[in-house]
């Protein structure tokens, strides 16, 4: 069993910033790619940045230069810190994550909960 928790979500004027973090725990071989997608009220699940276990980095056109994706590996933790944020940014933010449980390296994909982020203009 693997769990995904994020933190870090809240409300925030537009031109702030925010610091998610994205922690698995539970039975945990190894950890592929983790990610973060963003969600608004009818509109599909969006990927918005991706780290690969092996240094690899992928960010979204829109938020280029604003949002930054990191991992700790030892702490099986990604983090997204988002600057200079837009209303248009405002979502749910879920976590996924590549896992594998044992030596096979046969990994599954997990979600967390969401977090929200907001924000005003």
């Known amino acids: 069993q693997v769990r995904l928790v994020e933190s870090g979500g809240g409300l925030v004027q537009a031109g702030g910033s925010l610091r998610l973090s994205c922690a698995a725990s539970?039975?945990?071989?190894?950890?592929?790619?983790m990610a973060w997608f963003r969600q608004v009220p009818g509109k599909q699940r969006e990927l918005v940045a991706a780290?690969?276990?092996?240094?690899?980095?992928m960010i979204t056109n829109s938020v280029q230069g604003r949002f930054t994706i990191s991992r700790d590996n030892a702490k099986n933790t990604v983090y997204l810190q988002m600057d200079s944020l837009k209303p248009e940014d405002t979502g749910v933010y879920f976590c996924?994550?590549?896992?594998?449980?044992?030596?096979?390296?046969?990994?599954?994909?997990?979600w967390g909960q969401g977090t929200q982020v907001t924000v005003s203009s």
């Open positions: 996924n994550a590549g896992v594998a449980e044992d030596s096979t390296g046969h990994a599954r994909g997990y």
């Open positions: 539970g039975r945990i071989f190894s950890i592929d790619a």
């Open positions: 780290t690969t276990s092996g240094g690899g980095v």
